[in-house]
């Protein structure tokens, strides 16, 4: 064997044969050697004393492709990628000059031109009198080892980006239960950072509400005695002191003998959520309770009204009887009355008049409620309506000392109504004006025709309704708490059942008015 390595090797045969046996038992060593590491499966390399590179093994040259002659002294640099190259050089002259170990990592050229990762390892070495002989070295190929180790790096960099870019706190506890990472948003909402928890683990505790500190770490203890997932919702303290509420879950996650190798926690802020529906279950409560009330209200409303209607026929006979024979007893059916019964018997008269008018009002709004009336439409000359309500309260004006005009853009106005019903609104409503305007004024009346509809405004000079009550005037029984209304008879019914008339007739009614200088109804009824 040695015999061969000798004849493979061209430098110990150029030597010749004259020398004497010891330098040839030498060379003999020098060939076993040489032949060894050329047939070592990894790159052998020896520099002298200057870091010059005077030996490589086959290995090398058959990688690189380079000759000898490209390689030795500095040239292997030349095969050393170029990013990688001024290191290597550095970090060698530096171990050479120093004569330490070394061990550095770099990208090396293949022929084909391309690179694989290399480990280069390199021992000073020092002859018997311990002078310093230069560097023996291998060099390894770690290519596969490198990818590994950079794939590793990405998914963990992977895993680090999307554990910092989530919206909930992330966490990782290690299986003896030291935690061991939190992503940024843990560390901004507790203002704690991660060395702080390191150092001092019990401050864990203390970001979690004392009152379900309990049930947490209950919760906690199972799921790492069970190694099983653990879910639970706490109080969580933030950096300013407030607690929020947030629910924490917690996985397992299992190495590859079934052991576990880290548990993985999640904490999403629940608060708002749980406000919201702590507040929804608080409006569902009220309104259940509304509903209940509402449905009393209704219940008794159409008690009252029912009370309303029956009480309302039962005053109407009666009364009725008192108005017939008290006309009787003025008509002299019982004899001649003195002046004094007359009077007496005339007021009596009128209060018994006010009062069928009350019940009649009280009777006509109870069968409007009851949806008991249903209008007889048909075309009615508004224009001859008018004037003929206009002459039934001419007396009523007369009295007062009020005028009351009209005002007309044509002779026939046309549209289908229910007449009687449209008097009956127009009564009241001028009745009104006369009532609420002072002696001395005037009530005006006009009528026009438009495309889809016409209209009637009654407009008076007397004392006006503020801006927010024009809407409290439509409603049942209102009357408004002015003096001037006080003084004036009214049951606070009248503009309630006109504006049910003239929403049947699907019109509208709206008032316009000043405080002090009067006040215009308008009602339009569509043709
Ligand atoms: P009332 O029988 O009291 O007149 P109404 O329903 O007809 O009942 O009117 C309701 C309230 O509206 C009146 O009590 C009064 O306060 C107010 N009102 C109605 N018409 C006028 C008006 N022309 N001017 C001032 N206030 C009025």
Known sequence: MRKTAAAH???????????PRQAVKLDDSEAYYRQMADNTPVMTWITDADGKCVYLNKQWYSYTGQSKKQALGIGWLDVVHPDDAQRSGRIFLNANNRHVSFSLEYRLRAKDGSYRWMLDSGLPRFNADGAYQGYVG????????????????????????MAESMPQKIFTVRPDGVVDYFNPLWEQYTGITLQTLLHDQGSRQYIVHPDDLRAVTAVWQKAFRRHQPAEYEY????HDGEYRWHIGRMNPLLGADGTISLWVGSISDVHDMRQATERRHELE???ATLTEQRAQLMELNQAKDEFISLASHQLRTPATGVKQYIGMLLQGFAGELSDEQKIFLETAYESNERQINIVNDLLQVARIDAGKVTLRKRKTDLVRLVKNVMNEHSSQFQIRNQ???????SDKVKTPADADRIRMVLDNIIDNASKYTPNGRSVTISLSERQHDVAITISDEGIGIDAADTEKIFQKFSRLESPQVKGVEGSGLGLYWAKKIVDLHNGRISVRSKPGRGTAFTITLPH
Do not use: C, P, Y
């Open 138 to 161: 291998s060099v390894i190929d770690i290519n596969e080892r490198k990818h590994f180790e950079q794939q590793l790096r990405q998914s963990e960099e992977r895993f680090r980006f």
């Open 403 to 409: 005028k009351l005009l009209l005002k007309l853009k």
């Open 285 to 287: 409560i009220k309104t």
């Open 9 to 19: 090797d061209s430098s110990a045969s150029d030597e010749g044969s004259e020398r």
């Open 235 to 238: 109080r969580m303290r933030r």
